[in-house]
Every structure is written in C-alpha cells, then in structure tokens.
C-alpha cells in the first residue's frame, strides 16, 4: 500500500513557498516516483547522511547544493 503525507504549501505571487528542506525533497520524490534510497545512490551518499540532512542535524551546504541540483528545486536556506 502506498501512502502519501498531505502537505499545505503557502503561496506568495504565484510561487509555492516553503523553507523546510526535507519537505521540498520528498514532494520532489513524490512527484518523481522516486525514493530517499534512489536518491542517496544517485548522490553517492550513505542513506542515514541524506536522512541526517533531510531531518536538519547536519546542514551541509555543499550536499545541500548537489540535492537541490538533482532533483532541480529551489529551496529558501533558512535564516
């Protein structure tokens, strides 16, 4: 069975706004049909790093780029 979190985006002009990283990926995984495993081999990552990132206990921003890029979403950085 396949479930899918509900999630509410708020919109500023026309843009879909949301700074929560690990939200914007997995919608992104969503859409795409994908996986955080899929993710983490396309990244040559360790699946607990990517999970680390994603939950915000490791924020690096070189990895954060390379996420950003592969899945070809803008993402705020938090101030």
Do not use: C, H
Not at 8 to 19: A, H, M, S
Not at 22 to 49: C, P, S
């Amino acid at each position: 069975m396949f479930f899918v979190k509900i999630i509410y985006f708020y919109t500023r002009g026309g843009d879909f706004v949301q700074n929560d990283l690990k939200t914007q990926v997995l919608v992104a995984l969503v859409l795409r049909g994908k996986t955080q495993t899929w993710l983490a081999e396309e990244l040559d990552m360790n699946q607990g790093y990517l999970s680390r990132i994603l939950n915000g206990k490791d924020k690096p921003e070189k990895q954060i780029n390379r996420i950003k890029e592969k899945l070809g979403i803008k993402i705020e950085q938090e101030a």
